[in-house]
């Protein structure tokens, strides 16, 4: 077992990733933009599991920020085995009418964000010769959402992040994979009016939304020995719906 750092741990499916590879016996990096608060007691929660566990503050767009968290890391916890790129936010608005900053904002958390901790962190799994990535895209990148167009693109950009990045790392024994959920009830599709959900649930075969635990379990056997062969791939979990 190993280090995990999750981004955007605080709450969500991230925090949900946390608790299920602290389950599996990872320490676990709690990192947040701004709710401390909240990614510390996600760390309590993996702590009282028996392992290790850290809240960090950091804006994964920020490479400088980056770099400070990881060499803390390094220093206190060790190499990290894992790294999940979920840290995301939304922008939504109609591509004619939206604005630069809010495609900008959501380019530069959900894409380069990623970009920053996998450069980063892959660096240092490759002289360990050893590692997993997962990184959290969305069935919007894969099949297009209207109001979406900066999320869309960071997310179909994280999928080919992924597949370069797996080849790129492959040979030093790394793996690099995504999870695309689909509708998940969380803190980013809580304040959808009810008439948008109720669309998105008749387009969903199993009929409801998913739940933080059901895509943290797709993360941990991305991230087990039982996925060892299992590189460049973006496994969807989102109910039917694509
Ligand atoms: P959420 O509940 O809104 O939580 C977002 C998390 O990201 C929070 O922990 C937040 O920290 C963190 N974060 C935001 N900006 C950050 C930054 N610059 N640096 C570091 N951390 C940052 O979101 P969620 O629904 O759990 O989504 C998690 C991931 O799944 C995202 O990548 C999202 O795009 C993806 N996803 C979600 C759904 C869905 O239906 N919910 C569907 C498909 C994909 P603070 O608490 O400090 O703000």
Redesign the pocket.
Known sequence: MGVAIV??????????IARRLAAAGHDIIV??????D??EVVAAECREMGVNALAM??????HTACEQALAEIKEKMGVPFILV??????RDGLMVRMKEAQFDEVI???LK?AFNMLQLCGAMMMRAKTGRIIN?????GMAGNAGQIN?CAA?AGLIGMTKTAAKELGARGITVNAV??????????AGLSDAIKDGAKKQIPLGR??K?EE?ASAVAFLASDEASFISGQTLVVDGGMI
């Open positions: 981004t955007g741990a605080s709450r969500g499916i991230g925090a949900a990192n947040c933009a701004s709710s401390v909240k990614a503050q950091w804006d994964v767009s920020d790129n979920n840290a995301g936010i939304t530069n958390i959900n964000g959290i895209t969305s069935i919007s999320y997310k695309a959920p689909g509708w998940i009830d969380t803190d980013m599709t939304f998913g933080p895509i």
